[in-house]
């Protein structure tokens, strides 16, 4: 048996932690505002960089566009395809600008290293989280497609021997006139290019010019995933390629110390077995004896203390005292957080407790949980690396979220520079968060160096729950002071759960500590609200975490949504009208009201009744309503029908916003009524899909969503259909029965204790 031992390896398998990788630049600076690699980072058509052609096949215009002499238009698409339709909605971008014949547009994936692809949201890297990705880049590629086009009118003038202003250009061909080239005729004439011509943000067209944003454009992702075409992580097949599985420590720093091996000796002779610091790897030519070995393989693991004592269910009670005790004081949000979007809140301690404690005020307080939640992607984790003989460099197939982190990883583990890590992002079969972090990566990276062949790493269904990373369990205690009128004249948001960026991104905590991941969607920007305090108490518990879809704003807005129709209720407001009462602005105003209309608001049909909830994310606002019923006898909850009203600026595809914001609402609703994951003595108690239940088919309601467009930049959309679905189902559950659910799951089990109390 192979022994292997990477220095602090153990501690940083699980994700985005690179404190312990040796990396040839600074790794912090490269997090948070861009490295050696990014420096400079420039938006295209600024750079001095040059513009190539052969004068006769193609001309580069710089990294996204290059443009064929058979008219044929290539635009790049470097971010992770995971069918939220970036692959679609980027090039369309580029291709608004240069006036393509959208037809004649072939996108083409890649994943470099490279500051023309990063996200300058994230400091230059190229990282699909957060619904960014379009708001980050909407510019940078816009100026790509305007610089093509504008160097296409150059050459067209210096042809033709006619100013350029006197040109124009529309569906992959420039006119002057009646007559008209088109662009490849344009590209075969130029013969050799230099310096692509400067853009700027003035040169772009104005909103009322798009021909194909706001379209309902067909995603070019489709088709191969339609025939079968599409490669996704699993597909990967790689000359010479074996296989492997890994036990994996049960907790998070678990060591494996004696490792017994039952097989008999024909499948010994065809396995290697391959001690790691956080688990066993079994490898061989074929995966039937990877999985067949692994079975006879039995793993005493060496616990780490403070895993081992973590009880999930015992922890989220004690949560819940810590929340409620004032004495324990936290992280004040928002702080210093290392990310652009942290919103701001400011509250004065005094004057909320002076209100608080005040005759003129009326106060009221309560207290919700969660539990931890799997990201239950279709496609489990698995990469594919094939590292040099000199161990220096390595090429990787891999399903990521994290193309420059991962990039970074490999070499980190290789003790080589990232220019030598070339990696392929397929396309992934659902991320939701989870592959972001890049553990998956770094299994490949590492026995690849160590066989010294090409290999395919695989994680079972059982493999991604018992070893998954989390959305972490929260307690969140609300309390407030009511003026007279109803006004809402203190806040405090105290939320109590482990960090996930002390677990896999210690670079991106604040400067206090403060925890992105755990607090978004604590602050209250759209509600009138004239003191607002919002704390995070962390909890050290030690096990593996990661963002989850929609973030913090998940649970934090299931306690702020249900607080408020609580508010609303001890008023005796309904609670829709309460909401507009609140809201400070009228976009706000504009998504209830429409939410409202919808839902035909306050008329449910006997046996159901209805929830509303607003939440807002990363720039978008979204109102929902739930329509539900209850089997009070089997404390089931159905959701018959979901209506949400969404504002998202201004909406790319249509129908794709669409698309993904139904994809939201049927995650949240998941989640929401059965999704948990529990942990005794630190070891998950979950294995598969029969424990850990999802959603079915026949459960998913009728899901009506009306867009409501605004100004001319989009905003988040791919997690902005969540945050409303558990607090609309929990406020109609009250309207139904009286009784007032503070935790999720609302299971069968929490509705029927709920029913009792």
């Known amino acids: 048996m192979k022994q292997f031992n990477f220095e602090n390896v153990t501690d940083h398998l699980t994700g985005l932690n690179l404190d312990g990788y040796k990396f040839p630049i600074d790794r912090r600076d490269f997090i948070i505002g861009g490295s050696a690699i990014f420096a400079g980072f420039l938006i295209p058509g600024s750079s001095s960089s040059a513009a190539t052609s052969d004068g006769k096949d193609h001309a580069q215009v710089n990294a996204w566009v290059s443009i064929h002499a058979n008219g044929d238009v290539i635009i790049v698409s470097p971010n992770a395809e995971m069918g939220q339709g970036t692959m679609t909605g980027i090039p369309l971008l580029a291709a608004e600008e240069l006036d393509a014949d959208w037809s004649r547009v072939t996108v083409k994936q890649v994943g470099p290293v490279s500051k023309e692809f990063g996200n300058p949201l994230f400091g230059g890297i190229i990282h699909t989280v957060a619904s960014l990705t379009t708001a980050g880049l909407f510019d940078n590629v816009r100026l790509a497609g305007a610089q093509a086009r504008k160097m296409l009118l150059d050459q067209a003038s210096k042809q033709w021997n006619v100013p350029a202003n006197k040109l124009k250009t529309e569906n992959g061909y420039v006119y002057h006139g009646a007559k008209k080239i088109s662009y490849g005729d344009v590209v075969k004439a130029s013969g050799n290019l230099k310096n692509p011509p400067k853009v700027t943000l003035a040169d772009l067209k104005k909103p009322n010019e798009y021909k194909l944003i706001g379209r309902d454009i067909p995603r070019v992702d489709i088709p191969a995933k339609v025939d079968g075409s599409a490669e996704f992580g699993l597909d990967v097949q790689i000359p010479g390629m074996i296989h492997a599985s890994i036990i994996r420590a049960p907790m998070h720093g678990a060591k494996p110390k004696k490792i017994t091996n039952d097989n008999d000796a024909e499948l010994k002779s065809k396995v290697s077995v391959i001690k790691l610091d956080y688990g066993v790897a079994v490898v061989s030519a074929d995966i039937a004896d990877v999985l067949e070995a692994r079975d ?276 005796g407001k309904d609670p829709a009208e309460y909401r507009l009462y609140l809201a400070n602005n009228p976009r706000i105003k504009r998504v209830i009201k429409k939410v409202m209309e919808m839902a035909d608001w306050g008329k449910s049909k006997p046996g159901l009744a209805q929830g509303i909830a607003y939440s807002d994310y990363n720039g978008s606002h979204s109102a929902g309503v739930a329509e539900i019923s209850l089997d009070e006898k089997t404390g089931k909850i159905r959701v018959h029908r979901y209506f949400i009203a969404v504002d998202a600026g201004l909406p790319l595809i249509p129908d794709n916003v669409r698309a993904q914001i139904e994809s939201g609402v049927i995650y949240g609703i998941s989640s929401a009524l059965t999704e948990k994951v529990s942990h005794a003595e630190g070891i998950v108690q979950q294995s598969n899909f029969h424990d850990y239940e999802v959603m079915r088919m026949a459960d998913v309601p009728e899901i009506n969503i009306e867009i409501l467009p605004f100004g001319d930049r989009p905003s988040a959309v791919g997690e902005l259909g969540l945050p409303t679905t558990a607090p609309a189902i929990a406020n109609a559950v009250h309207k139904m029965t009286g009784k007032r659910v503070r935790q999720m799951p609302m299971n069968s089990e929490t509705i029927l204790e709920a029913l009792k109390a």
């Open 296 to 571: 006879g393989i039995e793993v005493e693991w060496d616990f780490p203390s403070v895993g081992r004592k973590y009880d999930s269910d015992r922890s989220l009670k004690d949560y819940v005292k810590v929340s409620e005790d004032s004495s324990v004081k936290g992280i004040a949000w928002p702080g210093k957080a290392h990310v652009p979007w942290a919103p701001a809140v400011k509250g004065n301690q005094k004057d909320y407790d002076a209100k608080m404690k005040s005759d003129d005020f009326k106060s009221i307080s309560a207290s919700y949980t969660t539990e931890h939640t799997y990201h239950a992607q279709m496609e489990p984790m698995n990469a594919t690396a094939k590292v040099s003989p000199d161990g220096k460099s390595a090429e990787i197939w891999a399903p990521t979220q994290a193309v420059s982190v991962s990039t970074f990883a490999a070499a980190g583990v290789l003790k080589t520079s990232p220019q030598n890590i070339k990696l392929n992002t397929t396309f992934l079969g659902g991320g939701f968060g989870r592959r972001a972090q890049v553990d998956y990566v770094v299994d490949a990276v590492i026995l690849s160096k160590i066989t010294k062949k090409v290999v395919k790493v695989v994680w079972s269904r059982e493999d991604d729950l018992a070893a998954g990373a989390f959305k972490p369990s929260t307690a969140v205690n609300l309390s407030a002071a009511l003026g007279k009128d109803g006004s809402i004249e203190a806040w405090k948001h105290r939320t109590v759960a482990e960090s996930p960026l002390r677990y896999y991104a210690k670079g991106l905590l604040g400067k206090n500590g403060e925890d992105i991941l755990v607090m978004s969607g604590a602050e209250q920007l759209n509600y009138t609200m004239p003191n607002q305090i919002a704390e995070h108490i962390n909890r050290e518990q030690g096990t593996r975490l990661a963002a989850w879809r929609g973030i913090g704003h998940g649970p934090n807005r299931f306690a702020t949504e249900c607080f408020v129709d609580e508010i609303a209720l001890s008023l």
